[in-house]
């Protein structure tokens, strides 16, 4: 108690000191007042989200009181960004996740595809990253992780046989959960749904500057970084970092058996959702195809989302006894993390708008003679770093409207910087806290600080390249 009680005065006392004295302070020159009470309301969340002070959720409420109470704008503008069309877009997704996970259907696909992952430790470890990283697709990071963890844990532990896994020195043991952690996170990169930063991007772009970031589009960008990542993480995991080598015994791969002998033959419910999933993710990717049907011009990706997750309200799962959705699981819809979508969209629309972001984009321009590759892989460097300590979506909120900004006044298109910042928050190795995925895995007590920040550093390495070149030479051409 005294410990939550320092750390909540600590991250309060400091954002309230530099709110008020920023607030207090004289406006800067060719900054507008509204522009100056926006960033006292920055800095204070920015503080209360670092330090965890109160809950991120809270914080993320905070723009529906100050700024209609400072005139920064009104409360029905401030809350627009809570209705967002992406936010619908997460819903259904959430939705959809939440269905494969009722059905049992995620862990059918995992079993699979590790039956023929292979009989050596790196190709085992290569067979869960796979299932992560696909799963974490369409699902929420955090899912993955808990579905995944256990097995792995019972995998490591047949191969260890005398739970050599507890004393932390295995390498395959190390590599295998910290690989699952880590592919969750890359997965998600690939699509809008995968993880908020994606989806906030997308809205930003919209809203500022007009520019539609669909769910083809996205994964035209995303999807590389998540194929190039995905094996180069593998080889820093298990060819570098840790030493895992081995022939995998018969126990493993009976004990892979046996756990999908359990599940039994494939049931309505899970056959159901699979046509779902499939019907939505190929709509997803074929919209313009579908636009040309009558009355199906204004298809988006977020009416694609409504129509799956209500259709699944709707369908019988085959027991006679419900769907395959009812609102007892539904309610497990993580809607903390849809109303933090809410509050840093509308922090980030307001740094945008009330001419903030502008402002800092021009007191940055000095770091433009740096030329632009070294500019991208400055502030990839500094956002996947940052996001060690931080909320990847407060890190995304904060610093997307500036690094805009910044790159307008370079003469360089949005997109390119917003993309490649996006991309990086979501590549922090390190730290337990940095992602939900990294925090599961050291809480399960197999793995230790060191282990996660010696192989984080490789991977944060690995991401720093593959997301700056991308940002470099893919996103302009696809984004264009």
């Not at 750390?7 to 006392?13: A, I, R, V, W, Y």
């Not at 670092?50 to 029905?76: C, D, K, N, Q, R």
């Not at 697709?137 to 019972?154: E, F, H, K, Q, V």
């Not at 791969?253 to 959702?273: C, D, I, N, Y």
Request: charged share 10%; aromatic share 10%; glycine share 8%.
């Amino acid at each position: 108690m005294k410990n939550f009680l320092s750390k909540l005065n600590l991250g309060l006392l400091l954002g309230l000191l530099l709110f008020s004295t920023i607030l207090l302070s004289p406006v800067p020159e060719n900054l507008s007042p509204e522009g100056w009470k926006v960033a006292a309301i920055g800095i204070l969340m920015a503080v209360l989200w670092a330090t965890e002070a109160i809950p991120l959720f809270v914080t993320a409420l905070f723009p529906l009181v100050f700024f209609p109470l400072l005139g920064i704008s009104s409360f029905s503008e401030t809350a627009l960004p809570f209705a967002d069309k992406n936010i619908f877009l997460f819903l259904g997704g959430f939705i959809l996740a939440l269905s494969i996970q009722k059905s049992n259907l995620h862990e059918r696909i995992a079993l699979n595809i590790l039956r023929f992952a292979g009989k050596s430790g790196p190709s085992l470890i290569g067979g869960f990253m796979l299932v992560s990283a696909f799963l974490s697709m369409w699902m929420m990071n955090t899912s993955t992780t808990l579905m995944l963890l256990p097995i792995g844990i019972s995998v490591a532990n047949l191969i260890n046989n005398q739970n050599i896994l507890k004393e932390n020195n295995s390498g395959f043991s190390k590599a295998l959960l910290l690989g699952i952690a880590y592919a969750a996170s890359i997965g998600g990169m690939a699509t809008l749904v995968g993880t908020a930063p994606n989806a906030i991007f997308a809205s930003f772009i919209e809203e500022n500057y007009g520019i539609e970031v669909g769910f083809r589009e996205w994964m035209s960008v995303g999807l590389p970084v998540t194929f190039i990542m995905l094996p180069l993480s593998w080889f820093a995991l298990t060819k570098i970092v840790y030493s895992t080598d081995f022939s995998e015994g018969i126990q493993t791969s009976s004990h892979l058996e046996e756990q999908k002998m359990k599940l039994g033959s494939m049931s309505t419910a899970e056959k159901r959702v699979a046509v779902i999933f499939a019907l939505t993710a190929l709509s997803w990717m074929l919209r313009d195809v579908l636009q040309l049907i009558p009355y199906l011009k204004n298809l988006t990706d977020h009416v694609i989302a409504m129509i799956a997750a209500i259709t699944l309200f709707l369908i019988p799962d085959g027991t006679k006894k419900g769907k395959l959705m009812d609102w007892e699981t539904a309610q497990e819809v993580p809607w903390n993390l849809l109303i933090l979508f809410g509050g840093g969209l509308s922090l980030a629309n307001a740094v945008a708008k009330s001419g903030l972001a502008v402002w800092l984009g021009n007191g940055l321009e000095p770091f433009g003679a740096m030329g632009i590759i070294a500019l991208v892989f400055a502030a990839v460097t500094l956002i996947i770093f940052l996001t060690e300590l931080t909320s990847n979506i407060a890190t995304t909120s904060v610093f997307l409207p500036v690094i805009a900004a910044l790159a307008i006044g370079l003469g360089e298109s949005p997109l390119i910087f917003g993309a490649s910042i996006t991309l990086a928050a979501s590549c922090a190795f390190m730290l337990p806290v940095a992602t939900p995925p990294n925090l599961i895995v050291y809480g399960s007590g197999f793995i230790n600080i060191r282990s996660m920040m010696i192989s984080g550093l490789v991977l944060n390495i690995v991401g720093i390249l593959v997301v700056s070149l991308i940002s470099i030479f893919l996103i302009p051409y696809i984004l264009s």
